[in-house]
């Protein structure tokens, strides 16, 4: 594994924990809490965004608008069983999702929820150095590249590390504040 493929690797997990980032409740209204909520549609689990159109009116409410209406129910049952903690409300062309304001025991939930997200994505961080180490080593037994060089990408490797764990530290700062603003 070569740097730039670890560095490119480490931004893709870096994007993969804001998505994660993005599926916690704030207390206000965002679309991207349904990211995660998928419909049986024909027997296929299917993305909301595919099936409807999602809206935030206004802080407190999420509105979705199905494309057909047949989808209707399916699109509640769905929201009703995940684990988003919404109770949908279905007035015949449109689905009305109300955002209660969080108690304080809540935030600390999706507190504890953003940090577990977080140290996720540092762990396979992590695992992407440990691989790219493998393969420097592996290259520096057989002679492939000489040790002084060998050092050198180790050193950037580590850098490279370092840098994408402190921007997932600084996204988990950033919905931290989110989470815990009233």
Known sequence: MKLDEAESTMQKTVESTQRAFNTIRTGRANASLLDKVMVEYYGTPTSMKSLANISTPDSTSITIQPYDRNTMNLIEKAISLSDVGLTPNNDGSVIRLNIPPLTSDRRKEFVKLAAKYAEEGRVAIRNIR????????????????????????????QKLTDKYTAKIGDLLAEKEKDITTV
């Not at 493998?134 to 990408?153: G, L, W």
């Open 130 to 157: 440990r691989d790219a180490l493998d393969s420097i080593r592996k290259q520096e037994k057989a002679s492939d590249i000489p040790e002084d060089e060998a050092k050198d990408q180790q050193d950037k490797l």
